[in-house]
């Protein structure tokens, strides 16, 4: 099993920045395949971006170019580094930790809020 706990969230406005981290505690976070969901108000969650099986990247088509996640398994970290950040990437952003056999795990989620 897996805990994760989001930092970094806050208020920016619009074409600004922020990075937003995603600390692991357990064991073999290596293994876990790792993504960044948002969820803004009255909307599902919605998958941001995210790791496939071999390492390479996924992004949604509304943040490619200005979201990039990156992960550093020595500091059981995993982050999103947001920038030209828009009014409609509001939401809470959560972190996600899968695997086939232990299953999925969430973090308690950040708040982004682009506005000015």
């Known amino acids: 099993q897996v805990q994760l706990v989001e930092s970094g969230g806050g208020l920016v406005q619009p074409g600004g920045s922020l990075r937003l981290s995603c600390a692991a505690s357990?064991?073999?976070?290596?293994?876990?395949?790792m993504a960044w969901y948002r969820q803004a108000p009255g909307r599902q969650r919605e998958l941001v971006a995210a790791?496939?099986?071999?390492?390479?990247?996924n992004y949604a088509d509304s943040v490619k170019g200005r979201f990039t996640i990156s992960r550093d398994n020595a500091k059981n970290s995993v982050y999103l580094q947001m920038n030209s950040l828009k009014p409609e990437d509001t939401g809470v952003y959560y972190c996600?930790?899968?695997?086939?056999?232990?299953?999925?795990?969430w973090g308690q989620g950040t708040q982004v809020t682009v506005s000015s």
């Open positions: 790791f496939t099986g071999s390492g390479a990247t």
């Open positions: 996600n930790a899968a695997d086939l056999r232990r299953g999925a795990f």
């Open positions: 357990g064991t073999n976070f290596s293994i876990y395949i």
